[in-house]
Nanobody, 121 residues
Framework: QVQLVESGGGLVRAGDSLRLSCAVS???????????IGWVLQAPGKEREFVAA????????TYAASLKGRFTISRDNAKNTVYLQMNSLKPEDTAVYYC???????????WGQGTQVTVSS
């Protein structure tokens, strides 16, 4: 079973940057696994919203259109870790950020506990 642990959240000011990390454990992904690791945010009182995703074995990334350009997803296969670099943060980016994993073509089925990001104006 896959375990996901997010870290790196915190309280920052508008315009600041943060880098979130998602440590993946419980299994080792080979270069042939068609897994996708994604970041999803949930703002207070709102539904979960897709942020970005990256394939484990290919240089393939996808982004929410509204966030592309400010957020960058990357991975370090040797460390089994996926990152979300967030720049030029805005108060509306305030949310709990979750990482999740899925097989390509399926729904996300393993989730981390989330990390809180709060952006003050």
């Amino acid at each position: 079973q896959v375990q996901l642990v997010e870290s790196g959240g915190g309280l920052v000011r508008a315009g600041d940057s943060l880098r979130l990390s998602c440590a993946v454990s419980g299994r080792t992904f080979s270069n042939y696994d068609d897994y996708v690791i994604g970041w999803v945010l949930q703002a207070p009182g709102k539904e979960r919203e897709f942020v970005a995703a990256i394939s484990w074995n290919a240089p393939s990334t996808t982004y929410a259109a509204s966030l592309k350009g400010r957020f960058t997803i990357s991975r370090d296969n040797a460390k089994n870790t996926v990152y979300l670099q967030m720049n030029s943060l805005k108060p509306e980016d305030t949310a709990v950020y979750y990482c999740a994993v899925k097989r390509a073509g399926y729904d996300y089925d393993s989730w981390g506990q989330g990390t809180q990001v709060t952006v003050s104006s």
